[in-house]
DNA sequence: TTAGATGCAAACGGTTTGCAGGGAA
DNA sequence: TTCCCTGCAAACCGTTTGCATCTAA
């Protein structure tokens, strides 16, 4: 049951990407597809040398150039975000359609943990009121270490 | 008058550094004076390819390698804070001490504005209690684009 | 058939590092 | 005098690019 809703959702996923693909006049090749489904097949946070080391284990090749270009087309289609958490890599996480979130990061491990707090709704309308501007997006990363006990 | 309070102030910026690389052990060369001078004599924010060119341009060379490696310093004695705005480059701006704030970039000048909203502060609160953490610090940046006239 | 995609490797650009020479303590 | 710091240039590493080859359409 669980299993066919999982796999329920990521034709649902196919389907979104390939519709970009076709209104966009991008070949729908097969590394594209394999990239796709390698990204959904996962959880948690990647960046692209983890990403290609997985295809390798899984026995399929890829180039990196072709990692970065379908990247791209999925963060265009909103199927994947992008972070910066501080360092001079990229990560990127599939987007989790119906559950915006945020991150807190550990300083020493670098392991994520994610929340979501309305309350960051109400100063995105402050600021673009402030500024007069329209907000595309946003970042909000809190970043420390566990409490110490006493 | 207000040249003096200037001046005064920076005399006390210098002494927080001069403290601090006495405290450390580390050497007091006039380059690193010099960079401190020189990042606190301008505005807003910079990288180290720009401080680089603005030195060069005021007849004092430096090597790249002393600019980061004062900048390290300047991190770590709290004096600069470090940003990373979606690229793989750092930028770097001069902590004022009573002014915290965040940040509104324009996606495609890069053009950064500034804003505080206190209700950040109940949302870092929330994310320590949830996560049993302690927040060391943290990053909120609103990207957008001018609102359009209709 | 052909324009767009892939794989490979070289180029790029910000940052880091190794080392010889220089200067603060 | 000592050894930390500086300047220079090479190394590093994530990302981008050029190009010959391949393939979806």
Known sequence: ????????????????????????????????????????????????????????NHKYRVSRATLYNTIELLLDCGLVTRHQFGTNYAQFEKSMMFTQHDHFIFNDSGEVKEFYDPRIEAIKSTVE??????????????????????
Request: no cysteine; net charge positive; aromatic share 14%.
């Open 1 to 56: 049951m669980i299993k066919k809703g999982l796999d329920d959702n990521f034709e649902n996923i196919r389907k979104i990407f390939t519709e970009y693909l076709e209104k966009h006049a991008h070949r729908k090749t097969p590394e594209r597809y394999t990239i796709l489904k390698e990204i959904f097949a996962t959880e948690g946070h990647f960046d692209i040398e983890t990403l290609y080391i997985r295809m390798k």
């Open 129 to 150: 009121e402030t500024f007069n501007v329209e907000v595309t997006h946003y970042s909000l990363t809190f970043y420390g270490h566990a409490r110490s006990k006493k």
